[in-house]
């Protein structure tokens, strides 16, 4: 166990609908990170926050939306599905914000869109 | 922009094995490099890191070391195990705030 929680662990859906990804980050923990990893695309950062602010923006798109709540945990909305939104989805998180040292990932969300 | 490429798998070996994988970089300044494990139905998992040229990072049996002249930070373990199969991946950050990850490599150790 990471330390880092992620649910719900699989999530089947259907195109056009919405759904929301959570993440309670290590205790101690500041930062959370969002990435998406496909068979196509490996493994593409979407968003960073540190202590409930936004600190980077990656390759998410406009449909998709995130928050970092006062407790820590965050949560990734994802909005109008499409097919290709079928991914594995995975937080990370990290004591300072920084990557110097690398981050500690929690076990993904698989997400199936039909 | 920053990047890592690694060799594409995949990579089938025998126990006790040698096994290599190799990792580039390209950046500015001076990144941090890590090797990440990612078993079956599991999240990512920190394998070893390196922060500066010439550290040598080591962890389980594995090893790389952090070459700037080649810029090439290459994962190796002299023995593999079964318990050893998993996708690897390298990657450096890419400014203070996130890290960029190279495509993965399959392993597949064979008893």
């Known amino acids: 166990d990471s330390g880092v929680t992620q649910t719900p662990k699989h999530l089947i859906t259907a195109t056009g609908q919405r759904v929301t990804l959570r993440c309670s980050p290590r205790?101690?923990?500041?930062?959370v990170y969002w990435y998406q990893q496909s068979l196509d695309q490996g493994l593409q950062f979407l968003i960073q926050?540190?202590?409930?602010?936004?600190?980077a923006k990656g390759n998410i798109l406009e449909r998709f939306s995130a928050q970092q709540f006062p407790d820590l945990h965050s949560e990734l909305n994802l909005s109008s599905l499409e097919l290709g939104d079928s991914a594995l989805y995975f937080c990370a998180s990290s004591v300072d914000g920084r990557s110097n040292y690398g981050y500690t990932f929690g076990s993904g969300t698989r997400l199936t869109v039909v | 922009g920053n990047s890592v490429t690694q060799m594409e798998g995949p990579v089938t070996l025998s126990e006790e094995a040698f096994l290599t994988i190799n990792c580039t970089y390209t950046a500015t300044g001076y990144p941090s490099l890590f090797w990440y494990v990612q078993y079956p139905g599991e999240g990512l998992q920190l394998l070893l890191k390196?922060?500066?040229?010439?550290d040598k990072g080591s962890n389980k049996g594995f090893e790389a070391t952090y070459r700037k002249e080649t810029t090439s930070f290459h994962l190796e373990k002299g023995s593999v195990q079964v318990s050893d199969s998993a996708v690897y991946f390298c990657a450096l950050n890419s400014n203070d705030y996130k890290l960029s990850f190279g495509a993965g490599t399959t392993v597949t150790v064979r008893a």
């Open positions: 205790s101690g923990d500041l930062s």
């Open positions: 926050y540190y202590n409930g602010e936004e600190r």
């Open positions: 390196a922060t500066k040229a010439d």
